[in-house]
Protein backbone atom coordinates (compact mmCIF):
# COMPACT_ATOMS: atom_id res chain seq x y z
CA UNK A 1 0.00 0.00 0.00
CA UNK A 2 1.01 3.53 -0.62
CA UNK A 3 1.15 5.74 2.45
CA UNK A 4 3.32 8.10 0.94
CA UNK A 5 0.27 10.62 0.38
CA UNK A 6 -0.01 10.69 4.33
CA UNK A 7 3.14 12.76 5.04
CA UNK A 8 2.26 15.36 2.27
CA UNK A 9 -0.86 15.65 3.28
CA UNK A 10 0.68 16.87 6.19
CA UNK A 11 2.51 19.63 5.34
CA UNK A 12 -0.05 20.89 2.96
CA UNK A 13 -1.96 21.09 6.20
CA UNK A 14 0.66 22.67 8.15
CA UNK A 15 0.83 26.09 5.59
CA UNK A 16 -3.05 26.22 5.55
CA UNK A 17 -4.06 29.99 5.71
CA UNK A 18 -7.61 29.75 4.69
CA UNK A 19 -9.45 30.82 7.70
CA UNK A 20 -8.70 34.60 8.67
CA UNK A 21 -9.81 34.44 12.48
CA UNK A 22 -8.10 31.42 12.68
CA UNK A 23 -4.41 32.60 11.12
CA UNK A 24 -4.56 35.85 13.12
CA UNK A 25 -5.46 34.13 16.74
CA UNK A 26 -2.92 31.24 16.05
CA UNK A 27 -0.36 33.45 15.53
CA UNK A 28 -0.47 36.02 17.85
CA UNK A 29 -0.94 33.26 20.36
CA UNK A 30 2.38 31.85 19.42
CA UNK A 31 3.96 35.60 19.87
CA UNK A 32 2.76 37.18 23.04
CA UNK A 33 2.82 32.75 24.28
CA UNK A 34 2.13 31.97 28.12
CA UNK A 35 4.24 33.20 30.88
CA UNK A 36 4.55 29.34 31.62
CA UNK A 37 6.34 29.16 28.26
CA UNK A 38 7.90 32.25 27.89
CA UNK A 39 11.26 30.69 26.08
CA UNK A 40 9.26 28.33 23.59
CA UNK A 41 9.08 28.71 20.18
CA UNK A 42 5.42 28.23 19.87
CA UNK A 43 4.28 26.10 15.92
CA UNK A 44 1.75 28.71 15.48
CA UNK A 45 0.20 26.67 12.51
CA UNK A 46 -2.10 24.63 11.95
CA UNK A 47 -1.61 20.88 13.56
CA UNK A 48 -1.38 17.88 11.28
CA UNK A 49 -2.31 14.35 12.27
CA UNK A 50 -0.33 12.02 14.45
CA UNK A 51 0.27 8.74 13.78
CA UNK A 52 1.19 5.81 11.18
CA UNK A 53 -0.11 6.10 7.66
CA UNK A 54 -1.62 2.70 8.12
CA UNK A 55 -3.65 3.06 10.64
CA UNK A 56 -6.49 0.52 12.10
CA UNK A 57 -7.63 2.84 14.26
CA UNK A 58 -8.65 6.68 14.02
CA UNK A 59 -8.87 8.72 16.46
CA UNK A 60 -10.87 12.25 15.81
CA UNK A 61 -11.41 15.14 18.23
CA UNK A 62 -11.23 18.88 18.27
CA UNK A 63 -7.74 19.22 19.37
CA UNK A 64 -5.09 22.29 18.83
CA UNK A 65 -4.96 24.17 21.94
CA UNK A 66 -3.65 27.49 21.70
CA UNK A 67 -1.02 26.64 24.49
CA UNK A 68 -0.93 23.24 24.14
CA UNK A 69 -0.66 21.80 20.31
CA UNK A 70 -0.15 25.29 18.96
CA UNK A 71 2.72 25.48 20.93
CA UNK A 72 4.34 22.16 20.44
CA UNK A 73 3.02 21.38 16.56
CA UNK A 74 1.43 17.84 17.46
CA UNK A 75 -1.95 17.10 18.00
CA UNK A 76 -3.34 16.42 21.51
CA UNK A 77 0.54 17.34 23.05
CA UNK A 78 1.24 19.48 25.72
CA UNK A 79 -1.94 20.10 27.15
CA UNK A 80 -4.55 18.14 30.05
CA UNK A 81 -6.28 16.69 27.34
CA UNK A 82 -3.71 14.86 25.75
CA UNK A 83 -2.52 14.19 29.05
CA UNK A 84 -5.35 12.29 29.51
CA UNK A 85 -5.90 10.81 25.63
CA UNK A 86 -2.38 9.39 25.56
CA UNK A 87 -2.41 7.54 29.39
CA UNK A 88 -5.38 5.84 28.21
CA UNK A 89 -4.30 5.04 24.64
CA UNK A 90 -0.53 3.62 27.42
CA UNK A 91 -2.99 1.77 29.60
CA UNK A 92 -4.69 -0.12 26.51
CA UNK A 93 -1.44 -0.51 24.56
CA UNK A 94 -2.02 1.89 21.66
CA UNK A 95 1.11 4.13 22.68
CA UNK A 96 4.89 3.88 23.84
CA UNK A 97 4.31 5.82 26.50
CA UNK A 98 1.78 7.87 29.24
CA UNK A 99 3.00 11.03 28.23
CA UNK A 100 2.82 13.80 25.50
CA UNK A 101 5.13 16.50 26.35
CA UNK A 102 6.82 17.42 23.11
CA UNK A 103 7.05 16.28 19.71
CA UNK A 104 10.21 15.39 20.13
CA UNK A 105 9.56 12.96 22.95
CA UNK A 106 9.42 9.72 21.25
CA UNK A 107 5.77 8.98 21.76
CA UNK A 108 4.60 6.78 19.46
CA UNK A 109 1.64 4.95 18.21
CA UNK A 110 0.71 1.68 17.55
CA UNK A 111 -1.96 1.01 14.76
CA UNK A 112 -3.41 4.48 15.67
CA UNK A 113 -3.59 7.89 14.43
CA UNK A 114 -5.19 11.03 15.98
CA UNK A 115 -6.38 13.98 13.88
CA UNK A 116 -9.07 16.84 14.45
CA UNK A 117 -11.65 18.42 12.18
CA UNK A 118 -10.15 22.10 12.85
CA UNK A 119 -6.20 21.95 12.45
CA UNK A 120 -5.98 25.26 14.01
CA UNK A 121 -6.48 26.44 17.72
CA UNK A 122 -9.83 28.65 17.93
CA UNK A 123 -10.23 31.76 20.13
CA UNK A 124 -11.91 30.37 23.03
CA UNK A 125 -12.17 26.68 21.57
CA UNK A 126 -14.84 27.32 19.64
CA UNK A 127 -14.52 27.38 15.75
CA UNK A 128 -16.94 28.55 14.06
CA UNK A 129 -19.64 26.20 11.41
CA UNK A 130 -18.07 28.35 8.60
CA UNK A 131 -14.44 27.32 9.68
CA UNK A 132 -14.97 23.81 10.43
CA UNK A 133 -16.44 22.95 6.64
CA UNK A 134 -13.74 24.87 5.40
CA UNK A 135 -11.26 22.66 7.04
CA UNK A 136 -13.35 19.06 6.53
CA UNK A 137 -11.59 18.67 2.88
CA UNK A 138 -8.16 17.72 5.21
CA UNK A 139 -10.39 15.12 7.03
CA UNK A 140 -11.62 14.13 3.73
CA UNK A 141 -8.67 13.25 1.99
CA UNK A 142 -6.82 11.50 5.29
CA UNK A 143 -10.05 9.64 5.36
CA UNK A 144 -9.42 8.71 2.01
CA UNK A 145 -5.51 7.97 2.38
CA UNK A 146 -6.67 5.99 5.65
CA UNK A 147 -9.01 3.87 3.46
CA UNK A 148 -7.21 0.75 2.85
CA UNK A 149 -6.52 -0.15 6.68
CA UNK A 150 -8.87 1.78 8.81
CA UNK A 151 -11.62 -0.62 10.79
CA UNK A 152 -12.44 1.33 13.26
CA UNK A 153 -12.81 5.39 14.67
CA UNK A 154 -13.67 7.08 17.95
CA UNK A 155 -14.87 10.18 17.24
CA UNK A 156 -14.57 12.75 20.73
CA UNK A 157 -17.45 15.04 21.30
CA UNK A 158 -20.35 16.17 19.86
CA UNK A 159 -18.68 18.91 17.74
CA UNK A 160 -16.04 16.24 16.46
CA UNK A 161 -19.25 13.93 15.75
CA UNK A 162 -21.05 16.14 13.68
CA UNK A 163 -17.65 17.13 11.60
CA UNK A 164 -17.03 13.82 11.00
CA UNK A 165 -20.29 12.05 9.53
CA UNK A 166 -20.09 14.35 6.84
CA UNK A 167 -16.60 14.01 6.03
CA UNK A 168 -16.83 10.41 6.07
CA UNK A 169 -20.08 10.67 3.47
CA UNK A 170 -17.88 13.01 0.98
CA UNK A 171 -14.91 10.32 1.48
CA UNK A 172 -17.41 7.53 0.00
CA UNK A 173 -18.79 6.07 2.94
CA UNK A 174 -22.42 5.22 3.26
CA UNK A 175 -23.71 7.27 6.37
CA UNK A 176 -27.06 6.48 7.25
CA UNK A 177 -29.61 9.19 7.17
CA UNK A 178 -30.77 10.79 9.19
CA UNK A 179 -27.67 10.89 10.29
CA UNK A 180 -26.96 9.16 14.00
CA UNK A 181 -27.05 11.49 16.99
CA UNK A 182 -23.79 11.78 19.03
CA UNK A 183 -23.62 9.83 22.23
CA UNK A 184 -20.99 8.25 24.92
CA UNK A 185 -20.91 4.70 23.41
CA UNK A 186 -22.61 5.57 20.31
CA UNK A 187 -21.67 2.73 17.85
CA UNK A 188 -22.56 3.02 14.29
CA UNK A 189 -21.51 0.73 11.61
CA UNK A 190 -20.03 2.21 8.25
CA UNK A 191 -18.98 0.18 5.27
CA UNK A 192 -15.70 -1.84 6.94
CA UNK A 193 -15.51 -0.10 9.67
CA UNK A 194 -17.17 0.99 13.36
CA UNK A 195 -17.63 4.66 14.17
CA UNK A 196 -17.90 5.16 17.75
CA UNK A 197 -19.01 8.10 20.32
CA UNK A 198 -17.01 9.21 23.14
CA UNK A 199 -17.60 12.14 24.96
CA UNK A 200 -14.71 14.67 24.64
CA UNK A 201 -11.08 14.57 26.75
CA UNK A 202 -11.74 18.04 27.55
CA UNK A 203 -10.93 19.41 31.23
CA UNK A 204 -14.63 20.30 31.70
CA UNK A 205 -16.03 16.97 31.07
CA UNK A 206 -12.95 14.76 32.96
CA UNK A 207 -12.40 17.76 35.71
CA UNK A 208 -16.37 17.09 36.46
CA UNK A 209 -16.38 13.38 35.94
CA UNK A 210 -18.85 12.99 33.09
CA UNK A 211 -15.60 11.19 31.42
CA UNK A 212 -13.85 8.85 33.46
CA UNK A 213 -10.25 7.24 32.47
CA UNK A 214 -11.91 3.86 32.56
CA UNK A 215 -14.55 5.13 30.89
CA UNK A 216 -11.89 6.48 28.20
CA UNK A 217 -10.06 3.16 28.37
CA UNK A 218 -13.25 0.70 27.46
CA UNK A 219 -13.98 3.13 24.48
CA UNK A 220 -10.52 2.86 23.28
CA UNK A 221 -10.24 -0.86 24.47
CA UNK A 222 -13.59 -2.07 22.18
CA UNK A 223 -12.32 0.23 19.34
CA UNK A 224 -8.85 -1.48 19.42
CA UNK A 225 -10.36 -4.64 19.58
CA UNK A 226 -12.81 -4.27 16.83
CA UNK A 227 -10.45 -2.80 14.54
CA UNK A 228 -8.24 -6.23 15.20
CA UNK A 229 -4.95 -4.66 16.67
CA UNK A 230 -3.14 -6.31 19.05
CA UNK A 231 -3.90 -6.41 22.99
CA UNK A 232 -1.46 -5.55 25.41
CA UNK A 233 1.00 -7.67 26.40
CA UNK A 234 0.78 -8.80 30.38
CA UNK A 235 2.34 -6.62 32.60
CA UNK A 236 5.66 -7.87 33.81
Given at each position: MDTSGLPV????????????????????VARTKR??????????????????????????GLAPAA???????????????????????????????????TADDGLELYGVRVTSPVHCAPPANKPTPEERDTCRPWLVQELRLLRPTLRAVVVLGAFGWQAALPAFA?????VPRPRPAFGHGTRVPLDGLDLF????????????????????REVLRTAAETAGLPPPPPPG
Open positions: LDERIAGCRACPRLVAWREEAAFADWTYWGRPVPGFGPPDARLLIVHGGNRTGRMFTGDRSGDVLYEALYDVGLASQPTAVEAGWSGCFHVSQRNTFTGRLTPAML
